[in-house]
T-cell receptor, first 113, second 113 residues
Framework: GAGVSQSPSNKVTEKGKDVELRCDPI?????LYWYRQSLGQGLEFLIY????????KSGLPSDRFSAERTGGSVSTLTIQRTQQEDSAVYLC???????????FGQGTRLTVV | TQLLEQSPQFLSIQEGENLTVYCNSS?????LQWYRQEPGEGPVLLVT?????EVKKLKRLTFQFGDARKDSSLHITAAQPGDTGLYLC?????????????FGQGTRLTINP
């Protein structure tokens, strides 16, 4: 597709379960970001991948959160032992490089019940 | 601590009024981008300003980059309900070693008919 694709668009899970969120960036984009957005709030940076460099994980809120990017393309954000406070919209963005426009997916709305 | 501080955080005005929102930093940025996010969507780029003192216009929206490239403003003339949304500024810091796009926390704008 032409844009950033995220799946699933909505996910309801029970507290304590693990979830995986997927992001398909725009082909050729070397930079990939994950953000979390709580209702009515701004973007909370989670993790950043740039090419083959080590990812910047400085925004991950706890060790329950992890992400990987395979082959420099698709990325998966994994949340283990989900908690109710993890409920939010998780946004993925990609860009050609540091200085160019970030294109966002429509997000995954995660609800932990 | 936010590298980019946006103000105000919330703004609710009547249709037809003018408004300005601000994006400030103590650091120099290589460029600044402005995004708008509508409900249920990811942020979408409005404009990028690159040169200190640069002014760009997008219909009723005027964007300015500060001379020292540490701040930016967005002015909307004769606001309309369609301008409602979350406005985010973002940019790559110019200091050595800066590796990722940094976002402000956003200004949530509501235009009342």
């Amino acid at each position: 597709g032409a844009g950033v694709s995220q799946s699933p668009s909505n996910k309801v899970t029970e507290k304590g379960k693990d979830v995986e969120l997927r992001c398909d960036p725009i082909s050729g984009h070397t930079a990939l970001y994950w953000y979390r957005q709580s209702l009515g709030q701004g973007l909370e940076f989670l993790i950043y991948f740039q090419g083959n460099s080590a990812p910047d994980k400085s925004g991950l809120p706890s060790d329950r959160f992890s992400a990987e990017r395979t082959g420099g393309s698709v990325s998966t954000l994994t949340i283990q032992r989900t908690q109710q406070e993890d409920s939010a919209v998780y946004l993925c963005a990609s860009s050609l490089d540091l200085n160019t426009e970030a294109f966002f997916g429509q997000g995954t709305r995660l609800t932990v019940v | 601590t936010q590298l980019l501080e946006q103000s105000p955080q919330f703004l609710s005005i009547q249709e037809g009024e003018n408004l300005t929102v601000y994006c400030n930093s103590s650091s120099v940025f290589s460029s600044l981008q402005w995004y708008r996010q509508e409900p249920g969507e990811g942020p979408v780029l409005l404009v990028t300003v690159v040169t200190g003192g640069e002014v760009k216009k997008l219909k009723r929206l005027t964007f300015q980059f500060g001379d020292a490239r540490k701040d930016s403003s967005l002015h909307i003339t004769a606001a309309q309900p369609g301008d409602t949304g979350l406005y985010l500024c973002a940019g790559p810091p110019a200091f050595r070693g800066a590796q990722k796009l940094v976002f402000g926390q956003g200004t949530r704008l509501t235009i009342n008919p």
